[in-house]
């Protein structure tokens, strides 16, 4: 049987995405300490990042195994990046990711101050996105990207197994259907995770989408979208994937796909081998420009 991403491949490369196979932590692990809120506002608040220290111990931690922006510019940072690469193959030799196939996933988070923000967890097709000042590109940055950040990061990509992404894309459905519109069907989807963050990080809640039918539906209502967007900035070149938050994150992706494909062409491969890799893909967390939880 083909995969999702065999069944609506043509769709989906129009798009610039896939459908992902997000790992996620298996049964018994404590979600709490495992979603660390790795937000702009903590970068330099050191006693907020001594507490999540403290509460987390020795449990298994995306604490562990990604750096926060506080630590960039401080020394030792390479003995960080080779700490975090080493976690993260000791987590996998430990069976504490689990790959339960391609899905689609559908996330409420809820928090006291801004409401519920509803989001689609795609991958990021990242030879269509492009953090140039003049990109064309579907998937486009909307504030200038610093270059200067993105070594530290690329360094910890580089020879790291897995990727844990802090990257939000905007679309914009003023009618507010294409998402929003998944609240009520949360029954027919799987359940993913469901857990009260620490720090007041607020609730978060998963579901997998998976069975060919909803996967379709979802695809047929970017298409909608993206053909208004297209009739509306009377471009074949329109601006549909607009950089919310992370931009720095996907930046470095996009360095990391490109450091790839020049290894892997100098090594004599196909440019179908190039292509189908991996890292050409980047996870990111869809979400409406009009929903009110933004």
């Known amino acids: ?16 995405i896939r459908v992902p196979e997000a790992l996620l932590p298996k049964s018994g692990i404590d979600l709490a300490k495992w979603s660390v809120v790795a ?4 970068t330099s608040d050191h006693a907020y990042w001594n507490e999540v220290n403290n509460l987390v111990g020795d449990a298994p931690s995306t604490l562990r ?44 988070r809820t928090t006291a101050h801004s409401g519920t923000r509803e989001g689609l967890l795609f991958a990021m097709d990242l030879e269509r996105y492009s953090y140039a000042r003049d990109s064309k590109s579907l998937i486009r940055a909307t504030e200038g990207t610093i270059v200067d950040r993105i070594p530290p990061r690329l360094a910890v990509r580089r020879a790291a197994p897995l990727e844990l992404p802090h990257i939000m894309i905007l679309i914009a459905d003023p009618a507010r259907e294409l998402i929003e519109g998944l609240a009520a069907k949360t029954a027919e989807f799987e359940p993913a995770y469901d857990v009260e963050l620490m720090q007041h990080g607020g609730h978060l809640q998963g579901w997998r989408i998976s069975q060919p039918e909803q996967v379709e539906s979802i695809i047929a209502g970017l298409e ?19 950089m919310g938050d992370g931009n720095h994150s996907l930046a470095t992706a996009k360095a990391r796909w490109e450091e790839i494909k020049t290894a892997l062409n100098a090594a004599g491969h196909s440019q179908e081998e190039i292509l189908a890799h991996p890292a050409r893909y980047a996870l990111a967390e869809v979400v409406n420009i009009h929903s009110p939880g933004l």
């Open 65 to 108: 195994i990604t750096l926060p922006e506080i630590f960039l510019e401080q020394p030792g940072i390479e003995a960080r990046i080779s700490a975090i690469h080493a976690r993260m193959a000791e987590y996998m030799a430990q069976g504490i990711l689990e790959n339960r196939g391609e899905a689609i996933t559908y996330i409420t």
């Open 1 to 16: 049987m083909p995969t999702l991403n065999e069944q609506f491949s043509s769709r989906l490369a129009r798009l610039g």
């Open 224 to 242: 909608k979208l993206l053909d208004q967007t297209i009739a509306e900035q009377n471009s074949q070149e329109p601006l549909f994937f607009a």
């Open 39 to 42: 937000c702009d506002q903590y």
